[in-house]
T-cell receptor
Framework: AQTVTQSQPEMSVQEAETVTLSCTYDTSENNYYLFWYKQPPSRQMILVIRQEAYKQQNATENRFSVNFQKAAKSFSLKISDSQLGDTAMYFCAFMRASGTYKYIFGTGTRLKVLA | NAGVTQTPKFQVLKTGQSMTLQCAQDMNHNSMYWYRQDPGMGLRLIYYSASEGTTDKGEVPNGYNVSRLNKREFSLRLESAAPSQTSVYFC????????????FGPGTRLTVL
């Protein structure tokens, strides 16, 4: 069975600084998708970035980028130029690309951006 | 285009009461999902519907039932609420079975006394 681990329950970063959130996963699959979702205090789950496992190139979305290390089964999220609005819970999620298309979520990292 | 909507936003029940959480999406998505979120545990899948007319159990289905009313709507029913069902419930949808990105509703905070 697949598992997703986020080993940092809480983190903080100064505004305008860079922060990296860690995520590791365990799977025997070769094809899959990985996601980072943001959950601000409003509770809404917002997709931040996604990565297809068959793509070697790391995904980027504006200030958000990932470091995808397939062999190490690691999928970290880097937030550059942190803003107060980035304060939120961040969840890493895994989905197989075949068979059952269900998400497996990590337990989340609470990020606080300090002014 | 409202995306995924859920009603109600908040609900308080007494043990043994029943209720139905409603979810609707206007993105013409085929697949829909119900999750619960508990502190320190991320989101866990309760039930899902890969397509209209089908439903299946997820990771934590006990105490719940679902109905895929039509392509747009997917409801979650608690027949006899228990304090262990106190949680935040999220509905999500995705384009189809095998498509990846899921889009989430705003959630329902349910308290069972």
């Amino acid at each position: 069975a697949q598992t997703v681990t986020q080993s940092q329950p809480e983190m903080s970063v100064q505004e305008a600084e860079t922060v990296t959130l860690s995520c590791t996963y365990d799977t025997s699959e070769n094809n899959y998708y990985l996601f980072w979702y943001k959950q601000p205090p409003s509770r809404q789950m917002i997709l931040v970035i996604r990565q297809e496992a068959y793509k070697q190139q790391n995904a980027t979305e504006n200030r958000f980028s990932v470091n995808f290390q397939k062999a190490a089964k690691s999928f970290s999220l880097k937030i550059s130029d942190s803003q107060l609005g980035d304060t939120a819970m961040y969840f890493c999620a895994f989905m197989r690309a075949s068979g059952t298309y269900k998400y497996i979520f990590g337990t989340g990292t609470r990020l606080k951006v300090l002014a | 285009n409202a995306g995924v909507t859920q009603t109600p936003k908040f609900q308080v029940l007494k043990t043994g009461q029943s209720m139905t959480l409603q979810c609707a999406q206007d993105m013409n998505h085929n697949s829909m999902y119900w999750y619960r979120q508990d502190p320190g545990m991320g989101l866990r899948l309760i039930y899902y519907s890969a397509s209209e007319g089908t439903t299946d159990k997820g990771e934590v289905p006990n105490g719940y039932n679902v109905s895929r009313l039509n392509k747009r709507e997917f409801s979650l029913r608690l027949e006899s609420a228990a304090p262990s069902q106190t949680s935040v419930y999220f509905c999500a949808s995705s384009g189809g079975w095998g498509t990846d990105t899921q889009y989430f509703g705003p959630g329902t905070r349910l308290t069972v006394l």
